[in-house]
């Protein structure tokens, strides 16, 4: 018996094939199937009442190409994934700048660079869902706490810059609709992105910022030129992790506007969510969908060749 | 060109002194060396020269300037790191050329270019301009930084360990081509190290370091022949110097290849005699190590080393009682307290 299982563990051959079994199972069951699945329904006429596969090639695809709806989410996405990562980036990049700045040497400075780390991160360590009822909330249209403030600053209200109404309606408005989306995935990816830079940021040597100080750099230039060129394929990554998180997110549409007023806040996810399953027509949310994947592919590429890119330095 | 002058310096991190009180003078155009073991305060020291560390007590004047409170940029100050602490993102004519952007000294472009040829030149680098540091051998490497370090013209270079990254052959090479460089220029230079033999080649005086205080300033070869304390004269010398006890108060010191066989003694030299057994023999091609021990005042033996130059081939049999001797004006006497050298006579 002993003899069996030693030479079944000195098998690399068999050792390997079941030390990658669970997690290949993982991708195949979890990830593999759905795909397959949603690219068959893409070419069907499959609904959530019938299930049944009715070849029709890319008369989805050429539907859903011409919804106006589509069109709209297909913009949206790009758009609020783009100014968001550009806010994201520039954020964290000045926390980041904050949070490895040294203090004196004092106690107090030191449990305040903790404490501010703390709460830096609970954005990102807070359930997505819970924290976007939270901004739902922060953005009611009739009792807003930023509404709340501004009043009280007397730029809201009647008579003032922004009145006469007592509200400004967050997620009633188009433009200020889109704000929100964008500014919750600000406020959601921001964390991560700062402590990833501060990673990159800790990481340069020493050496390195003092040469640049004895050879009579300032802080912008130091900044500019030597710190953020060295965490730049760090940076990228950062970048790019939060696009794959805001462009395929379906949470913050979904709990703050479910796409409204009208489509002006409808991404690719969201649309289809509300054609495949509240819809019922499973083919046309499928190809809805399937519109993602070249670009999240896209970018996982680009991900992992700079991450690959990045290692070798 | 200016000469640099350090007062009542103090350094502490935390309750540790770092450098704790030096007094120092270089003069313009010197190549001043400052020696030590690691942790012993010299790389601090010259941070706090550079003006990246701030001193709590002491004053620090490069020419008639007080730079104390001057950031590095304004003391007109250039080093090279142990590390190089090249820019790994740009060339190695961007890395050159750095200093001159940054210090806004040479706004022309083609001037600027200009110069960051001539630096190149000047340490024979001027055909890797356009690669990048990993792109470079460690030798390259270090002179592009000293490229960098002189492209601004500074008035004082500091050089923290720039030779030991490199391997022993041409170290060797480097510390020739850095003294003939730094004597074409002039330029006044502070150079850190914990190895002897660079400090004993290169300096023009040395500043041997120990727990953050200067214990001995002078000319190589007179630190290693009349070391103030017990601690330079065994951290001078490979090996260091033979210490014995003659006394209580009074341990008597001298150099392993001035432990000779009688015979091999300058003729009609007062020496003191030692006889002892050689227990191992080390061959080193140019000299031969022999180990044996030697009993103080007390009756205790001693490890001691002798010293002697391939010339001398008499045969030196182990365990057997060999007579040698040291020559009188080659012995040293120190205070067993304090390790103090005693003035001559005292000890007598």
């Known amino acids: 018996m ?112 903790w404490i501010a780390r703390m709460l830096l991160i609970l954005p990102w360590a807070t359930p997505l869902s819970l924290s976007v009822v939270g901004w739902l909330w922060m953005f009611d249209s009739k009792y807003s706490p930023i509404d709340y403030i501004f009043r009280e600053l007397a730029l809201l209200g009647p008579g003032t810059v922004w009145g006469p109404a007592n509200n400004l309606i967050w997620l009633g408005k188009p433009l200020l609709a889109k704000a929100s989306i964008i500014f919750v995935h600000v406020w959601r990816m921001t964390p991560l992105a700062t402590v990833i830079l501060m990673a990159g940021l800790s990481s340069i040597p020493t050496d390195l910022l003092d040469q640049a100080e004895v050879d009579g750099s300032r802080y912008f230039r130091t900044l500019f030129q030597v710190k953020l060129p060295l965490i730049m394929p760090i940076m990228l990554i950062s970048l790019l992790f939060g696009f794959i998180f805001t462009f395929g997110d379906l949470t913050v549409v979904y709990i703050l506007t479910r796409g409204g007023p009208i489509t002006h806040t409808l991404t690719l996810p969201m649309y289809s969510f509300l054609v495949g399953i509240d819809g019922g027509n499973l083919a046309q949310g499928a190809a809805v969908s399937l519109f993602i994947f070249p670009v999240l592919l896209l970018v996982a590429v680009v991900l992992l060749r700079t991450a690959s890119r990045a290692e070798v330095r | 060109m200016s000469d640099v002058n350090l007062q009542g310096i103090v350094k502490r991190f935390g309750d540790v002194q770092a450098v704790a009180g030096v007094d120092l003078h270089i003069s313009s155009g010197e190549f001043l060396v400052v020696l030590g073991p690691s942790g012993c305060g010299k790389t601090t020291l010259m941070r706090t020269i550079a003006g990246l560390e701030k001193p709590e007590e002491g004053q620090i004047n490069i020419g008639a300037r007080d730079v104390t409170a001057l950031p590095p940029r304004k003391r007109g100050i250039a080093m090279v790191f142990q590390s190089y602490a090249l820019y790994p993102h740009m060339s190695v004519a961007g890395n050159i050329g750095f200093p001159l952007k940054a210090q806004r000294r040479c706004p022309d472009r083609t001037e600027r270019e200009q110069r960051v040829y001539q630096a190149a030149q000047m340490v024979s680098i001027e055909h890797l301009l356009d690669r990048r540091p990993r792109q470079l051998s460690g030798g390259e490497r270090q002179r592009v930084a000293i490229a960098r370090a002189i492209v601004s013209q500074p008035e004082v270079l500091l050089l923290d360990e720039p030779l030991s990254n490199l391997d022993a052959k041409l170290r060797a090479y480097a510390r020739d081509e850095l003294k003939g460089f730094q004597r074409k220029l002039g330029i006044t230079t502070v150079f850190v190290t914990h190895d002897q033999i660079e400090a004993m080649g290169l300096g023009d005086r040395i500043v041997v370091m120990r727990d953050g205080l200067v214990q001995q300033v002078g000319p190589p070869q007179a630190i290693y022949d009349r070391p103030q304390n017990t601690f330079v004269a065994t951290f001078l010398g490979s090996p260091g110097m033979n210490l014995q006890l003659v006394s209580e108060r009074v341990q008597r010191g001298f150099r392993p290849e001035h432990l000779l066989p009688l015979e091999e003694l300058p003729p009609g030299a007062a020496h003191e005699p030692f006889s002892w057994r050689v227990t191992r023999v080390e061959n080193l091609g140019s000299d031969r190590l022999l180990y044996g021990h030697i009993a103080d005042y007390r009756g205790e033996m001693q490890l001691t080393v002798s010293r002697l130059p391939s010339n001398v081939t008499i045969d030196i049999p182990l365990d057997t009682v060999c007579e040698f001797g040291v020559a009188h004006d080659q012995l040293h006497f120190f205070d067993v307290a304090s390790g103090e050298r005693l003035a001559e006579g005292v000890a007598a």
């Not at chain 1, 609904?47 to 596969?53: E, H, K, L, Y």
């Open chain 1, 2 to 113: 002993n003899a069996i299982m030693s030479r079944w563990i000195d098998d690399s051959r068999l050792m390997g094939i079941v030390f990658l079994a669970p997690a290949t199972l993982y991708i195949v069951l979890l990830v593999g199937l759905p795909f397959v699945t949603a690219l068959l329904f893409s070419v069907s006429t499959a609904t959530v009442g019938d299930a049944s596969f009715n070849y029709v090639g890319l008369r989805n695809f050429a539907n859903v190409w011409q919804t106006p709806a589509f069109r709209d989410a297909l913009v949206n996405t790009f758009s609020f994934t783009v100014i968001a990562q550009i806010c994201t980036i520039i954020l964290a990049n000045i926390l980041a700048q904050l949070l490895t700045t040294p203090l004196p040497q004092r106690r107090s400075g030191r449990i305040g660079m």
